[in-house]
């Protein structure tokens, strides 16, 4: 957490608006689950975080403090070459949800997360919700293209070790492969497989 005076403000008192990355701050992306936890591990050395109205949590850093990082569920946001990058930062008065808030508070005492810190957290997080990161790329097996973050979804056990693990890429870990109802046509041979 930086100490150090707040160089920048929420210009906004109104609403949510975007601002560019790279300019004051970086900002580091966590989905919820990862986010939630590595929050808990921080504790009270965390600096200000967002928290935007679908559940990910966003953490200001440094410039260039977080650039290769590579973790399962996280993103940072940085300047980039070739196009700019964005993120919606809330009024500094809002510090409840649902909508888009200040979790933590920005503050002068609360400001920047220190990135070696936030990067152990999330670290930590990450293995706590997804396991030992699997050597190399793994495949999907909804989408069935390779993926650098895979998710364990599925593991057979045999005989109380784990077998096979079957991994998903983060959009299809996090969304299941929807369930298509039976149209009446077949809802006889529903109910000759006793299902609903």
């Known amino acids: 957490m930086s100490t150090e005076t707040l160089l920048w403000t929420p210009p906004n008192t109104e609403d949510v608006e975007a601002l560019p990355v790279g300019?004051?701050?970086?900002?580091?992306?966590?989905?919820?689950?990862?986010g939630e936890r590595a929050?808990?591990?921080?504790?009270?050395?965390t600096g200000a975080v967002i928290q935007d109205k679908h559940g990910?949590?966003?953490?200001?850093?440094?410039?260039?403090?977080?650039?290769?990082w590579h973790l399962?569920?996280?993103r940072v946001l940085t300047e980039l070459t070739?196009?700019?990058?964005?993120?919606?930062?809330?009024?500094?008065?809002?510090?409840k949800g649902p909508r888009t808030h200040w979790r933590v508070p920005l503050s002068a005492d609360r400001y920047l997360t220190d990135a070696r810190r936030l990067w152990e957290a999330l670290a930590e997080a990450d293995r706590a919700e997804y396991g030992r990161m699997p050597e190399g790329r793994q495949l999907c097996?909804?989408?069935?293209?390779?993926?650098?973050?895979?998710?364990?979804?599925?593991?057979?056990?045999?005989?109380?070790?784990?077998?096979?693990?079957?991994?998903?890429?983060?959009?299809?870990?996090?969304?299941?492969?929807?369930?298509?109802?039976?149209?009446l046509i077949n809802a006889p041979a529903a109910e000759h497989e006793g299902r609903r």
Do not use: F
């Not at 300019?23 to 990862?34: E, L, M, N, Q």
């Not at 070739?82 to 510090?95: H, I």
């Open 23 to 34: 300019r004051w701050w970086d900002a580091v992306r966590a989905a919820p689950t990862v």
């Open 39 to 45: 929050l808990g591990l921080l504790g009270d050395e």
């Open 56 to 68: 990910p949590l966003y953490w200001l850093v440094a410039v260039g403090s977080a650039t290769s």
């Open 72 to 74: 399962r569920q996280v």
């Open 82 to 95: 070739d196009a700019s990058t964005y993120l919606g930062v809330p009024p500094a008065a809002w510090t």
């Open 141 to 183: 097996h909804r989408c069935h293209l390779p993926t650098d973050e895979p998710i364990p979804v599925e593991a057979e056990d045999t005989r109380g070790a784990v077998g096979k693990v079957t991994y998903a890429c983060p959009a299809h870990a996090l969304h299941p492969k929807p369930q298509h109802p039976r149209t």
